[in-house]
């Protein structure tokens, strides 16, 4: 099995690749030297991934600090000690690493300290204003469109589908806590806008909202799985963890490869914060833990779909595993930032002028 892959295997299978990217960065770390390092993680399944791959080295050792609550719950942490911070990497995501980079506190990247990254998606590198990498992506979910295959009442196409008479009750929509109102981001783009200009978005979701084939408002995830899993409604936008809910007892189709519609990802990554004496050994483990064989590891682990090209992604996954051709084709990155600075204003508009439709 992949994780009872030994050092000595990894190395070995690495250097008859000819990875040589993979090993210069952990080869060096083991050559400097034992690395103390302090990480902050998110819990369950996602820390036992990283547990495993850390497992496989011997050039750093960990002490394991676990999110409360969301990524962004660290940062009025880092904050209030700030220079003095005691971590070495902190996995976040766009949200999270968006923030600590305003702050400038993540150390820059350099592709040649961590040249895994060769086999990421440029797309999805999270940059500062002038370009320098800022956070290293490990693996991805997802937020999008799709469908109960048994029980949808027409085979949905388009977005234009969705105010359809067919779907009378049958979508299931996210609330606006839902998903960053990445939905509306999507409706926007259908209608030639973006996150900056929301106005085709919200002329969309108007009609959509008059059409009464919103059938539930799911504010939770579990509003979300009920809903579809009882029959209630059976077209719908959401995140991952509540379309893989659904598919454990439901055939469902994802929209995620589909010309028509959009699927936004979001990230799991490393962010190196500044000022700690173990950067170079923080790096070499970056490095090491998006090699294919680790991302593998990773994926099966953790449940999330791998960024290294060469990664092998669980079946389970391959709606969110994308070539550089699918992913310019079907994924839309849009300008974090400006999603993150609208959040309020886009709730106010939803409570003003869609929720009275509903």
């Known amino acids: ?38 990480a902050v993680e998110w819990g369950g399944d996602v820390v036992e991934a990283m547990k495993q791959i850390a497992a496989d080295q011997n050039a750093a050792t960990f002490n394991w600090v676990l999110h409360q609550g969301g990524a962004g719950a660290i940062l009025p942490k880092i904050k209030a000690v700030w220079p003095n911070v005691d971590y070495d990497y902190v996995a976040g995501w766009e949200g999270s690493f968006n923030s600590m980079v305003k702050e400038d506190w993540l150390e820059t990247i350099n592709p040649a300290d ?26 991805v979910g997802g937020m999008y469109f799709g469908a109960r295959t048994d029980t949808a009442p027409i085979a949905v196409k388009t977005i234009d589908d969705l ?37 085709p978005g919200w002329k969309l979701m108007t009609e959509l909202a008059k059409s009464g084939n919103i059938g539930r ?10 809903s579809l899993t009882s029959g209630e409604t059976s077209v719908g936008f959401f995140a991952e963890p509540g379309w893989a809910a659904v598919a454990k007892n439901f055939p469902v189709t994802r929209f995620t490869k589909d010309s028509n519609f959009k699927a936004f990802l979001y990230q799991s990554g490393f962010g190196v914060l500044k000022n700690r004496p173990s950067t170079k050994a923080t790096l070499d483990f970056v490095n090491f833990a998006i090699s294919s064989d680790m991302n593998s590891l990773y994926a099966k682990v953790a449940g999330e779909a791998p960024l290294n090209s060469k990664a092998v992604t669980p079946d389970n996954l391959k709606h969110l595993s994308f070539t550089s051709d699918e992913f310019s084709s079907f994924v839309y990155v849009p300008d974090y930032n400006v999603v993150l600075e609208q959040q309020d204003a886009w709730s106010k508009r939803w409570e003003q002028d869609i929720a009275p439709l509903l």
Do not use: Y
């Open 217 to 226: 408002v799911a504010v939770t995830d579990i509003d979300f799985t009920n």
């Open 1 to 38: 099995m992949l994780h009872d892959m030994t050092r000595r295997r990894f190395l070995g299978s690495a250097a008859a690749a000819g990875i040589a990217g993979t090993m210069t960065g952990f080869a060096r770390s083991a050559a400097a030297g034992s690395g103390n390092l302090t």
């Open 114 to 139: 961590v040249p895994n990254l060769a086999n990421i998606p440029e797309k999805i590198i999270i940059r500062d204003g002038k370009g320098n990498i800022k956070a290293v992506p490990r693996a």
């Open 163 to 199: 105010l359809s008479p067919d779907l009378k009750g049958a979508i299931c929509w996210p609330g606006p806590t839902q998903s960053m109102m990445l939905q509306i981001v999507a409706l926007a783009l259908h209608g030639g806008g973006s996150e900056t200009n929301m106005e």
